[in-house]
Every structure is written in C-alpha cells, then in structure tokens.
C-alpha cells in the first residue's frame, strides 16, 4: 500500500508539473482529442489555400469587376459604383474637374458618422481637431502630417478631399479600402464642419448665444 | 493447518477499494480539470512572423480597433489588416526597421505575411462578428483585454458554454455602440454602481434594440 501511495503521489505531481494549470501561456497548438467534423474540407476567407495558384483562399476580384451591392441612394436616385458620376470619382461627368460640392445630402446623421470615421481612420495621424498633431507626431514618430486647417487645403473642392481619402495623396496611404464610399463623403462633410469651426465669426451666432460669451 | 493466504491478505480488499477510489477521483479531477478548452485553449500565444504589438498600437497610440480590422461591423468574419494599411504609417514610422522586413515586402510584392490565426471555432458553428457588434457585444467579452498584449493569446475558452452563458442573458454583457472598441470601458468606476447600472440598461437596450435570447441550436449549428 505504501509503494501504491508513493508511486500515486509521483504520478499526480508529474502530471501537474508537466500539464501546468489553466490558461497557461503556451506556444503550442490546442490539442484536440476528438477531432470529430471540426475540421471540414471547406475555405475559410484569409488562409492559406493550394488549390489556386497564388497560394491564397481569398482571391483578389479580377480587373474591372465590382462586388455585387445594393445601389447607392443619392437624393431618391440608385447609384451604381461603375457609373461615371460625382458620388463615385469626385470628379464632374467626363472631365477631371473635382466636384466643387458634396453630392450627399448634408444631415446631422451624415455628419455624425463622419466624425466617428474621422475618429478611427484620421485621428492618429491628423488629430481629432485636424491640425496634424495626431499621436504618431507627437511622439515624433511621423515627420509630415498635413494640417488640415491650411488655407490651401480649405479652399479646395469636396472632390479633392474625396479624391485624397479614397487614393492618398504623396506620403498619404489610400483609405478606400478601409472606409465604404458613403463613409468617405461623410468623412468629407465633418471635415468641413471641423474647419468651419475655425473660421466661423461671432456674427454667425444666433443673438442668444451671443450673449452668453464672454 | 497453515494458512494458504498470508495474514495481510485480510486487508487486500479495503486496499483495492481504497486504490481504486484514488485513482478513480484523480483521473476524474484530471479529466473534469484538463480535457476542457478552458486548458486546451486558453493561454495558446503562437510566435507571430511580425512582433506586431497590440500594446503599442492600441494602447500607446490609441488607435481603434477598426482602423486595422475595418470588416468586422460588416461581416462574419474580422479581416486581418493587409500590409498596406500598415504601411500608411510604417512608410514614416521607423521605415528601415528590421523588424518590419517582412511587411514591406508584402507590401511590395503582394505576398501575403504568414500570420498564425490564433481563434478558430470547429467548421460545424456558425459565428458571425457583425451581429455581435452591431448589438452592443464588445471585442473583450470574447477575445480579452486585447489592448494590453504585446503578443495576442487565446484569453477566453469559446466553448458552447461560454457562448451559450452569454446567450442566455445578453442584458448583463450589453454596452453602448460607441463603446465597443473601448475596451476598459465600464459604466461606472465603483463595480457595485456599474453592476447596477448594467442590469438596468441591459434591460433597457434588450427592449429597445429588441435582442434576442438565442439558445436553439440551429442558431450555431446551422
């Protein structure tokens, strides 16, 4: 009985000391016991993939296609993505011209989720008042970051801006892929808002507010 | 007459119960304790081909989860950024760094960065992140305080437990939509009011965002 206790004892501290306790930090892949149909000869988007040529399970959409969608609904019109209008490339029908104004509407919605795609997608770089002081520059990690209050950059046309956020412009990485095309003009339309609140004059407020600055 | 069994043999039985009763309960402690994804899973830190730091980005920098996993309010499935949105900052930022070798390159030439997926639910669930995020779920309760990991680990078992606990009551798990990709959020710092005031709103938004209890199996196993 005593061999039994011992010989119990050591295999119950071997298998705590090699097995370790729950969540662990470990580099090994999770074990599975039961592999059961957890594994299934299907593709799963982003992973590794023979059966095509470039190795990838996701494959790029070949030249000239667009994802299949919803058309888009500018002021009670459906908007596809191939069409050569100013919703889609900024710019005016059959010229390089920029559209001088935003196509969308204009409304306390659009602007709202503007400033939250503003928030995630041009914060760290341009800040969240837009003068090129975003975190990446603050800890003089990044040497030019446009500001966004230049004169230049305010006199510039919706289109441009547009046209910035969805290709970059110079050292500006393009946004299109990140942001949905809606989103880029909502973008736009908060960033004028931002401006604006830099030029705006003390006429501009109603009488009442007016009262109440010091 | 001598005896055929030596005298110890009277206590063999209570020996054998005694044996069998130990190692019966030690190798159900085992297996209750270690053949759960509570120990399979949780804790799995694969060595990532970039020492891509969660830490620094999220963080240091402040930068909200959507920047890089931008499809995750859209889709099932939570995109892993491509090397070109790494390099709208990384083109600036520390631009001849070896550590960063293999993005450039990807970026250069296409060629995908070899990151080890760490999540993974069997073939046979249906997950999907869109739902959960567009209902007030946030990135924590399933994936952990991501924001503090130098390196991503497995930090919750996502087991059907697991998601079934949530299923079976939303309420005390839902948060503001903005709050989401904040991943300390609380309601309030004192945990007794922010227990409190969870209970209330989750009620509250339950009602409002109708949300539903989902515990039929052909939510998941569909």
């Not at chain 1, 470990?26 to 095509?52: G, H, W, Y």
């Not at chain 1, 908007?79 to 196509?103: A, I």
């Amino acid at each position: 009985m005593r061999y039994f206790l011992l010989i119990f004892g050591v295999l119950v501290v071997l298998v705590v000391l090699i097995a370790g306790r729950r969540g662990d930090l470990t580099r090994n892949r999770p074990l599975q016991i039961f592999p059961d149909m957890k594994r299934q000869l299907k593709l799963r988007p982003q992973t590794a993939n023979s059966f095509f040529v470039s190795g990838l399970s996701s494959q790029l959409p070949p030249p000239g296609t667009i994802a299949r969608s919803e058309p888009l609904n500018v002021g009670g019109q459906a908007v596809y993505p191939f069409e050569d209008l100013p919703v889609n490339t900024g710019r005016n029908p059959g010229t390089t011209n920029f559209v001088e104004l935003n196509p969308l509407p204009v409304t306390a919605q659009l602007l709202e989720r503007g400033q939250q795609r503003y928030g995630i997608y041009c914060t760290p770089c341009h800040g969240a008042t837009g003068e090129g002081k975003g975190i990446t520059q603050k800890i003089g990690a990044m040497a030019v970051v446009a500001n966004l209050h230049d004169k230049r950059i305010v006199e510039l046309p919706d289109g441009d801006l547009f046209n910035t956020i969805s290709h970059g412009k110079n050292l500006m990485g393009a946004y299109a892929p990140q942001i949905a095309l809606e989103d880029r003009w909502a973008v736009v339309a908060y960033l004028r808002a931002l401006q604006l609140s830099r030029l705006g004059a003390v006429d501009d407020l109603s009488p009442e507010v007016r009262a109440t600055l010091k | 007459m001598s005896a055929i069994f030596p005298k110890w043999t009277n206590r063999l039985p209570v020996m054998i119960i005694i044996g069998g009763a130990l190692t019966a309960s030690a190798v159900t402690a085992g297996v209750w304790y270690y053949f759960t994804p509570k120990y399979a899973r949780v804790g799995y830190q694969p060595i990532q081909p970039v020492s891509f730091s969660h830490a620094t980005h999220v963080n240091q920098l402040g930068m909200d989860c959507r920047y890089c996993h931008d499809k995750v309010e859209q889709s099932w499935f939570s995109n892993i950024p491509a090397a070109s949105t790494c390099m709208n900052c990384h083109n600036q930022v520390l631009k001849d760094d070896p550590r960063l070798e293999l993005v450039r390159e990807s970026a250069a030439t296409g060629k995908p960065i070899p990151w080890v997926q760490i999540h993974r639910v069997p073939d046979f669930v249906y997950f999907n992140h869109a739902v959960h995020v567009n209902r007030g779920i946030s990135c924590v309760e399933c994936h952990g305080p991501i924001d503090k990991m130098e390196e991503v680990y497995h930090a919750k078992p996502l087991s059907m437990t697991f998601c079934l606990d949530c299923h079976r009551d939303p309420a005390s798990k839902l948060r503001p939509l903005d709050k989401i990709t904040d991943l300390n959020w609380t309601w309030s710092d004192d945990p007794n009011v922010a227990a409190q005031t969870q209970r209330a709103k989750g009620k509250e938004m339950m009602d409002h965002w109708r949300v539903e209890s989902l515990e039929n199996c052909s939510a998941c196993h569909r």
